[in-house]
């Protein structure tokens, strides 16, 4: 049977799944897992969607829409260079793009998705982007609650009924809901949301900020030039993103306005106080959504992060204070509603379905710290740096003082537990840096804690006046689960990459270039299943030729893709005899 895609057409990115042996697998759209939904008009006026048209944002605004969702159902068209679009039109050409990849991807032509939508979107909502679907060249089965989509890809309910809060915050919009998982039936019981509120509004605040920083410098407004405030905008999502990790991050772009560069440091402490009012607003409407289905946080079972902005560290703060809940993230909050949107695809399609598995740390993983407690000072709080659940490999950073002026060293202590007080914890190691400045009480440490897939802890401690820094390795023991099929998948490297945009929706594979994608298909398909029974070297000859093939497909040259599938026919001959 045909696949059907499992499609999250987002606000700022979309993204599209299939299932395959019963787990739902991203498909690469340009390389990367999520694509912009954004679409636009280049400088010879032909039509780019996705990364392409994002990266062209701050050259050419007026010929690049981003955030078209916020439109949908509404008789508001748009200007894309002398021509006017619905945002149906607009939709249709990003949901075309991701058809196309997973085309590719799969090998074969494809003609039915299940698309998600927010808890909220009313009937006309639903209907524009059913409509933009059909306009795609997809008949699309069914319209599903992205809330719902995120229940499903954790596999919530197969074995025990749990109520699940999902804090979904997005690029442009935030929606909270209350989903009852009874005997394997997912139902959205309360939502709750804000239309106008998302990543793109933490932007704003930065991009205000560091535009009132540089104005004051050199007595220049940014924001009144849409070029220079796109350019701003796009150095100003980097940091953030960084921040998300380390406690620091530099929002730097040269000559952003004639012979003026901007170099700004910004710390993850200001920048969350900057965001806090929208981001307590959006923990206002979690209580409404609660009161909506007259609970108690406490009979929450579990809080699922969806959306690319709730990787915030403060939103996962608040919801351990209010929810008394440790939000689960170990599925990746952007991709998790188009694997649950595939999940959903299987269904309908008569398949199997399973639990996603991922590969995390088990274990909370931190450091000691000096703290008041009941008016006295102790020395043995514990200040949690990678905690449990987080997925693999991972990297976190904390910034920490020193305690007393011109103090020279600092004894880094590593510990792996849940409990406050690191006695109660497990102790990994330690070690010494020294050399430090002579300054006053308070000189700034940024301590670095980075987990492999193997459970080897690196920890870094920087002094960040100087550079100062040493690193050492050491030794956990926390593996997470012994088996991860994603990561297995990764390793065997997805067969991925699109063919070149056409003028016509839907528009299939050429047909000789089709062949190959098929043969790609099924010969993977056929390695799969000989892995577990053929010695190591085999197997690494097997994984070596599956990664020229997708380097093959990714670059479009299909003359070396005819070569080496060649080779792999060959090698299978061999195996299977």
Known sequence: MAAILGIDLGTTYSEVAVLRDGQPEVVPVDGEPIMPSCVGLDSQGALIVGRAARNQMALAPENTILSIKRKMGKNEPVALGERSFSPEEISALILRKLKQAAEAHLGEAVTQAVITVPAYFDDAQRKATQNAGQLAGLEVLRIINEPTAAALAYDAGLEEDQTILVYDLGGGTFDVSLVVVEKGVVEVKASHGDTALGGDDFDNLLIAHAAEVFREANQVDLLQEPRVRNRLWAAVEAAKRKLSDVPFARIREEYLWQDHHLDLEIARHDYEELIRPLVRKSMDCVHHCLRDASLL?????????????????????????????????????????????????????GQQTRSVLVDITPYTFGTQALSFQHG??????????????????????????????????????????????????????????????????????????????????????????????????????????????????????????????????????????????TRAKDQRRRAMALMANIDETDAGELRLLLQQVQDAIGSGDFTKLADVLTSLDDMLFYLED
């Open 376 to 517: 006295e000072m102790r020395d043995d709080h514990f200040v949690p740096i990678i905690r449990r659940s987080t997925p693999l490999p991972v990297s976190k950073a904390e910034v920490f003082v020193t305690a007393v002026d011109e103090q020279r060293q600092v004894d880094v202590r590593i510990y792996q537990g849940e409990a406050p007080s690191v006695d109660d914890n497990i102790f990994i190691g330690d070690f010494l840096i020294e050399g430090l400045s002579k300054v006053p009480a308070g000189n700034e440490i940024i301590l670095n804690l980075a987990l492999d897939l193997n459970g080897v802890l690196s920890v870094t401690a920087l002094e960040k006046r100087t550079g100062l820094s040493k690193t050492v390795r050491m030794e956990t023991g926390g593996k997470g689960p012994e088996f991860d099929l994603q990561a297995a998948r990764r390793n065997l490297a997805e067969l991925g990459g699109d063919e070149p945009a056409t003028d016509e929706p839907g528009a299939s594979v050429p047909a000789d270039r089709q062949d190959l994608l």
């Open 297 to 349: 946080p406490g009979a929450v079972d579990r809080v699922i992060l969806v959306g690319g902005a709730s990787r915030t560290p403060l939103i996962s703060e608040l919801i351990r204070q209010e929810m008394r809940r440790e939000p689960a993230f170990e599925i990746n909050p952007e991709l998790i509603v188009a694997m649950g949107a595939a999940i959903q695809a299987g269904i309908l399609a």
